[in-house]
């Protein structure tokens, strides 16, 4: 069964550093994306950017660029999500999620997402 | 970027309805795009995929078409379960989604 777990909630203060994670299970890690969507609160659905663990490759939504950092540990099969100095504006729900890639590169799997709260 | 615009951004229906919603994309996609249904505190689930294919255990209710660079997702006879929030997404250039459809209770 494909499963990817997500650390728990964060609670930061401006400024802050944060890194998140994304476990995956039942399935061979290192031949998905993973991406990481971003949902602030009672807002869309945004795509924030994916990484291809097997060499890292990564790629950011324009809007994201510059504003985080993902990674991957395939020996771990985790995926990650950082920030060097949070802001409030920060705080929203991120879920990461198994991207084929194969036409049609859709996201099948999702984890439960982790919500990140800045507040000082 | 490509810009995915959705409509309405909410309706409201009744058990049994036939539901339509619309997905415009900002230049051809071809048929990269997918739909996803998302309920309160959930995370979001694949519906359809490559504008019409649907995904494996999704009720055949659920439908999708294109015409042009113009999407539609069509739920032939609203159920209960059904009341969620839906997306579109292009996958032809990186990711986009669309900003989302409400369908509530009438």
């Known amino acids: 069964e494909v499963q990817l777990v997500q650390s728990g909630a964060e609670v930061k203060k401006p400024g802050e550093s944060l890194k998140i994670s994304c476990k995956g299970s039942g399935y061979t890690f290192s031949t998905y994306w993973i991406a990481w969507v971003r949902q602030m609160p009672g807002k869309g659905l945004e795509w924030m950017g994916v990484i291809y663990p097997d060499d890292s490759e990564t790629r950011y939504s324009p809007s994201f660029q510059g504003q985080v950092t993902i990674s991957a540990d395939k020996s771990i099969s985790t995926a990650y999500l950082q920030w060097s100095s949070l802001k409030a504006s920060d705080t929203a729900i991120h879920y990461c999620?198994?991207?084929?890639?194969?036409?049609?590169?859709?996201?099948?799997?999702w984890g439960p997402g982790t919500l990140v709260t800045v507040s000082s | 970027d490509i810009h995915m615009t959705q409509s309405p951004s909410s309706l409201s229906a009744s058990v049994g309805d036939r539901v339509t919603i619309t997905c415009r994309a900002s230049q051809n996609i071809i048929s990269y795009l997918n739909w996803y249904q998302q309920k309160p505190g959930k995370a979001p689930k694949l519906l359809i995929y490559a504008a019409s294919s649907l995904q494996s255990g999704v009720p055949s209710r659920f439908s999708g078409s294109r015409s042009g660079t113009d999407f539609t997702l069509t739920i032939s006879s609203l159920q209960p379960e059904d009341f969620a929030t839906y997306y579109c997404q292009q996958s032809h250039s990186s990711w986009t989604f669309g900003q989302g459809t409400r369908v509530e209770v009438k």
């Open positions: 999620a198994r991207g084929l890639t194969t036409d049609p590169y859709y996201f099948d799997f």
